[in-house]
């Protein structure tokens, strides 16, 4: 697992969507928006649904996570963070995670899921293989 350094927590909690790619059966890529948290050293995010991603990651755990960073480099362009890492999905805990992260995505009075008593759905684990992008965190 990659230490994460401060500057990565930093984009990982800020309200930049995540474009968390998994790998369809035939190999190709999927790629979806998504919101995430840390829970530790793992990043996190929550989907009520029973979607793809999770289909996809159960079957193969190795993903790819992207997110542009609000910091723009020397070169003039936003900086943006890719994890590559291996997830795992978790039953439950979905609609409190959802909750959490509407804070930050939505604002401080969002009530999220929009629904009265969702499902528990599931709860993606991301632990950190190794980080790229441009940045900060950047190996040059």
């Given amino acids: ?4 350094p401060d500057s990565v927590r930093e984009v990982i909690s800020s309200p930049s969507l995540a474009h968390l790619v998994t790998l369809n059966e035939d190999g190709s890529p999927q790629v979806t ?5 840390l829970d530790g050293d793992e990043i996190v995010s929550g989907h009520v649904p029973e979607l ?11 993903v790819a996570l992207s997110i542009e960073a609000a910091s723009v480099g020397d070169h003039g362009l ?3 963070l890719v994890i590559y890492g291996t997830a795992r999905v978790t039953k439950g805990g979905a609609p409190e ?8 995505y939505l604002g401080p009075e969002v009530d999220f899921p929009p629904m009265p008593k ?6 993606v684990h991301i632990t950190v293989d190794r980080i790229a ?4 965190w950047a190996k040059h």
């Fill in 1 to 4: 697992m990659a230490e994460l």
């Fill in 33 to 37: 928006c998504v919101w995430v948290g």
């Fill in 52 to 62: 793809r991603k999770l289909e996809n990651i159960r079957r193969d755990p190795r």
């Fill in 78 to 80: 936003k900086d943006y």
């Fill in 97 to 104: 995670l959802l909750q959490d992260l509407a804070h930050t």
């Fill in 118 to 123: 969702p499902p528990p759905g599931h709860v």
């Fill in 133 to 136: 992008g441009a940045g900060p």
